[in-house]
C-alpha cells in the first residue's frame, strides 16, 4: 500500500471530501485546426455556443444570485472579446490566435499585479477564451467514471469548470492555482463543494485513481491515506456536518450574546456578487465595501457618477442597514496599472492607502463627493472609512477635505479609520476624539506588529493573527474606544475565524465584519455563548505565551461551552 502524502495549498470552500483521483490536463492538441472559410461567421457561431453553455450551467434555477451575477458577467465578456477578436481577424489573424490575442494582453496586464484578487480576474478572461476555443473545435470536457466518488484534480480552475463538474456530481476539487478570491472559489462555496487550491504541481504527483482526502478547511489533501487517517477525517466531516446543523436557519435578525449583548455582524464585501451572498446570509449592513475591484478592468478611473450610482445601489439593497465605505486602498499588494506610483522598494511600507489618496486629492474627492451624492439621493445610513492612517494629521487633513465638499452639514455621514498601523495603537486616545467609529484590520495590523510579510514563505510562519501581541493591540483600541463612546468592529480575517469570534466578544468588540459566507455561523455562535463567559476567554488569551495556546483554549472553550469539536 503506497504511503499517505499530506500536499498543503489554500482551503478555498470549506468541508471534508473522499474520493477517487481524476486527474484532467488538458493537451495542446487536443483543440484542432478549425476551418475558416467565413471567419465572421465561425467567431459568431462560437459566440452563440459559449453563451448557450454559460446559460446551461446557470440553469432554469435563478435562486444562486452570486452564480448568476459571474456567469452574466462573463457573458458581456465574450461580446467584448469577440467583437475584438472579429478585428484582429480582418487585419489577417486567424480565428483562434485572434481570440488568443484578444485576451492575452487584458490577461498579461491582471497577471502582472501583486494583487491576488486582481490577478484572479485574470482567469476569467482566460476561463472565455477556452470556451470559445472549445466551441470551435466541438471539444468536450472530460468525462468523469464514477461522479459520486470523484476527486477533480486540475492545473488551472475556472468558474466554468466548477460549474461543469458540479453537474456531473464531482464531490471535491483540486487545483494547482488558484486564489480564495478567485470567481471559481466563490462559486464553490456558492455550491458547497470541498475545494483546495495553489497546490504546486498536484498533477505530476497524483495519478487517476489515487485515493485522496479534500480538506477544505485546512487547505490540505492527503494522498493514498491509511486507515487510521480516513478515520480521524471522517470524525472531522461529522463534527461539522453537527456544526451546520447548529447554524443552519439563522436569519437577518441582529443577534445578542445569552445574557444581552448585541453584536453586529456586517460583512466584507468587494462586489455586488459579494454582497448578494451577504444579504442572502442574513448580514447586519456592510462592515467593510472594498472599491479596488472597480478601478480594475479599465483604462481609467470610475467618475463620480458612476461610483454614486454604484454606491446607491448598494444602498438600496441593504435598506436602512449601515454600508462602510472604504476610500480606496492602493499600493503595496494592491496596485491599479494606470494609477501613478512610485518606484519603491518596499511599497508595503510606501505609498498606500491614505498616504496615496492625499498626494492625489483628485482621486479622494471623486470618491467623496459620490459618496454625498449617494447619500443624499437615499437618505441611507452610509460611512467612510479611510485606510492605512498612521497618523492624527492624516485624519485631519480627511476631515477638512469633507467638510469642503459637503454643501451643507446634513449629510449625517460618519467618518472611521482602519486601525491597522502600531502607530494607531499607541495615539489610539487621541485618535478616538477624531473619529465616529474605529475598523480594526487584523491582516496588516499582524504584519505591521511582527515585521514580516506574511506573502514571503521565508518568514510567513511569523505571521499569526491569534497571537496575544495581536490580541493585545485589539484590547487596547477597544477599551479607549469604549471609554470615549465611540464604536469599534473588526474586519479583518481574524473575525471570520470562528476560534476567535468569543475572543473578540470579550474584548469588547461590538461588531464583527466578516466573509459574506460565514455570516450564519458567526451568528450562531454569538447567541450561544454569554458575554461574561467571552470576557474570561479573552482574559485567558491575553496572557497566553503564543498564537497555538490562545487557539487551544479556544478549541476547549467551544468544546465545554457550547458542546461542540471544531474542524479547523
Partial sequence: MKEPLRLKGVGASWGIAFGKATVIVPKANEIENIQEKDPKKVLQLAKEKTIQLLDTLIGEDNSQKEIAGIVNAHKLMVEGIVDEAFELVKQGESVVNAISLATKKYVELLKSSESALIQSRAEDLEDIKNILLMSLSGYEPKKIGNNANAIVILPDLYPSQVLIYAKMGVRGIVAEKGSYTSHAAIIARALEIPTVLGVPGITQTVRDGDKIIVDGFLGEVIVNPDEKTIGEY?????????????????????????????????????????????????????????????????????????????????????????????????????????????????????????????????????????????????????????????????????????????????????????????????????????????????????????????????????????????????????????????????????????????????????ELSVSPTRIPLVKWIVKSISYEEAFQLAKEALNSDNGEEVREKARAFFRKKLGVELPF
Fill in 234 to 510: 471522517l470524525k472531522k466531516k461529522e463534527s461539522f456536518e453537527v456544526l451546520k446543523e447548529k447554524f443552519k436557519g439563522i436569519g437577518d435578525e441582529v443577534v445578542s450574546t445569552k445574557d444581552g449583548r448585541k453584536i453586529l455582524v456586517t460583512a466584507n464585501v468587494g462586489s455586488e456578487d459579494d454582497l448578494n451572498v451577504a444579504v442572502k446570509n442574513g448580514c447586519d449592513g456592510v462592515g467593510l465595501f472594498r472599491l479596488e475591484f472597480y478601478y480594475i478592468n479599465r483604462a481609467t478611473p470610475p467618475s463620480m457618477e458612476e461610483l454614486a450610482s454604484l454606491f446607491t445601489k448598494f444602498v438600496k439593497k441593504l435598506g436602512n442597514k449601515p454600508l462602510t465605505i472604504r476610500l480606496l486602498d492602493v499600493g503595496g499588494d494592491k496596485e491599479v496599472p494606470y494609477l501613478q506610483f512610485p518606484k519603491e522598494d518596499n511599497p508595503f511600507l510606501g505609498v498606500r492607502g491614505i498616504r496615496y489618496l492625499l498626494k492625489h486629492p483628485e482621486i479622494l474627492e471623486e470618491q467623496v463627493k459620490a459618496i454625498l451624492m449617494a447619500s443624499k439621493e437615499t437618505g441611507g445610513n452610509i460611512r467612510i472609512m479611510a485606510p492605512m492612517i498612521s497618523r492624527l494629521e492624516e485624519i485631519t487633513k480627511l476631515k477638512e477635505i469633507l467638510k469642503e465638499l459637503s454643501e451643507d452639514n446634513s449629510a449625517n455621514i460618519k467618518l472611521g479609520i482602519m486601525a491597522e498601523v502600531p502607530s494607531v495603537v499607541f495615539m489610539i486616545e487621541k485618535i478616538v476624539k477624531e473619529v465616529d467609529f474605529i475598523s480594526i484590520g487584523t491582516n496588516d495590523l499582524t504584519q505591521y506588529i511582527f515585521a514580516t510579510d506574511r506573502t514571503n514563505e521565508n518568514v510567513s510562519y511569523l505571521y499569526d493573527d491569534m497571537h496575544p501581541a495581536v490580541l493585545r493591540a485589539i484590547s487596547e483600541i477597544s477599551n479607549k474606544a469604549q471609554k470615549a463612546g465611540v464604536e469599534v468592529d473588526v474586519c479583518g480575517e481574524l473575525a471570520s475565524n470562528p476560534l476567535a469570534v468569543p475572543i473578540l466578544v470579550g474584548l469588547g468588540i461590538n
